[in-house]
Each structure stands twice: as structure tokens, then as C-alpha cells.
């Protein structure tokens, strides 16, 4: 079984920041691409950044948030700069994960954390 288990999620101003954590485990082969998703009230849910062979970030996100890998703790994590208000939602952790050398690729999800930004 794979799990991923985020945390870091909270309560901040606008403008200040959070560092979201990812941990993926379990019986993982490898992991090819670490995901941050968010959900907000009322909308679809939409891809923030992905690392993988490449690093990419959604528009409204782009110079604000870093995505970074730590691959011998099969951690992703995602620090959020000058936070706003339409920053706020559910962020969820995926991950598409080998679980063996020569089985098909799956997708894992996290639970989500919560970010709330207000003052």
C-alpha cells in the first residue's frame, strides 16, 4: 500500500507564507512526479505545480511558489510566498508511483491540508 500524508497547512495573512510537506510511503518502487493540487469552495480542483523531469507552475502561482523534491525521504514539499486570498483551499499531495520494476504506473492522492488565507 502507498500512502502520501500531508501537513504544514494553516491559518495565514495575506502576504505571509507556509511551507506544505508531502511524505509518500509504502511499497514504491519509484516515484516519477510529485504533484501539489488545490481546491477552493465552489471550484474545479487545478493543478498548482509539478516535479517530475521537469519543474512547472500554474499562472497565478509563478515567482510566488517553489516546488522542491527530497528523493531519499520520498518528500515533496511546496513553500508559498506573499500568500493572497485566492491562494486559499485545500491543497492535495499526488504522486504517480511504481510499486514495481516493471508494473504499470498509478496515481496516489493525499487527504489534503487546509490553507486559509485571511487577516
Known amino acids: 500500500q502507498v500512502q502520501l500524508v500531508e501537513s504544514g497547512g494553516g491559518l495565514v495573512q495575506p502576504g505571509g507564507s507556509l511551507t506544505l510537506s508531502c511524505v509518500a510511503s509504502?511499497?514504491?518502487?519509484?516515484?516519477?512526479?510529485m504533484n501539489w493540487y488545490r481546491q477552493a469552495p465552489g471550484k474545479q480542483r487545478e493543478l498548482v505545480a509539478t516535479?517530475?523531469?521537469?519543474?512547472n507552475y500554474a499562472d497565478s502561482v509563478k515567482g510566488r511558489f517553489t516546488i522542491s523534491r527530497d528523493n531519499a525521504k520520498n518528500t515533496v514539499y511546496l513553500r508559498m510566498n506573499s500568500l493572497k486570498p485566492e491562494d486559499a483551499g485545500v491543497y492535495y499531495c499526488?504522486?504517480?508511483?511504481?510499486?514495481?520494476?516493471?508494473?504499470?504506473?498509478?496515481?496516489?492522492w493525499g487527504q489534503g491540508t487546509q490553507v486559509t488565507v485571511s487577516s
Open positions: 499526488n504522486a504517480r508511483v511504481d510499486i514495481t520494476s516493471v508494473g504499470p504506473s498509478h496515481d496516489y
Open positions: 509504502g511499497s514504491i518502487f519509484s516515484i516519477y512526479t
Open positions: 516535479s517530475g523531469r521537469s519543474t
